[in-house]
């Protein structure tokens, strides 16, 4: 077996957590009209931990995003651990989306397997322009987050 075979299959492995992790918040989302889905979006980031406010500092700062959006790494045992808060519902609902599927994820499935089951929901078609884009700066700033327990 060769290094990168290796390598794909430690990433496999890894991923089952990631994998079912999709498949519960496909499986929460798929039965609703677009309207439940954001009440459930909301309701996902009202359930999320309390965000410390010492980590309100300008750096967490998710830039991009139509409002106010901090979020934090801790990265522990191999794994990434991740934080957020927001002033607006939505958007704090849409980081808890992608803090389900990655928190306590290895930084590689983080930096290697992006959140594909977010179009297969349908909730991106539904999103504003500015939305969709505070989304993907959201997984961005995971990506950086994760990238930095490897310098």
């Known amino acids: 077996m060769t290094i990168n075979q290796i390598a794909a299959k430690i990433l496999a492995d890894m991923s089952e957590t990631f994998k079912k992790n999709c498949d519960e918040i496909k499986k929460t989302f798929a039965p609703l009209s677009p309207e439940k889905r954001y009440q459930e979006l ?3 980031g009202q359930n999320l931990a309390a965000y410390p406010n010492e980590l309100k500092t300008p750096d967490r700062i ?8 901090y979020l934090s790494c801790k990265f522990e045992n ?6 957020t808060d927001s002033d607006a519902l939505i958007s704090k609902g849409l ?4 803090i389900i599927a990655y928190s306590g994820e290895a930084p590689e499935i983080v930096l290697k397997c992006p959140p ?12 504003s322009p500015m939305r969709s884009n505070g989304l993907a700066q959201i997984y961005l700033k995971m990506k950086q987050e994760a990238l930095k327990t490897f310098l």
């Open 42 to 44: 909301i309701r996902m």
């Open 62 to 69: 998710v830039r991009g995003c139509q409002s106010t959006l």
């Open 78 to 83: 191999g794994k990434c651990f991740f934080q």
């Open 95 to 98: 980081a808890a989306l992608l």
């Open 116 to 127: 594909e089951f977010i179009s297969e929901l349908g909730i991106a078609a539904s999103l």
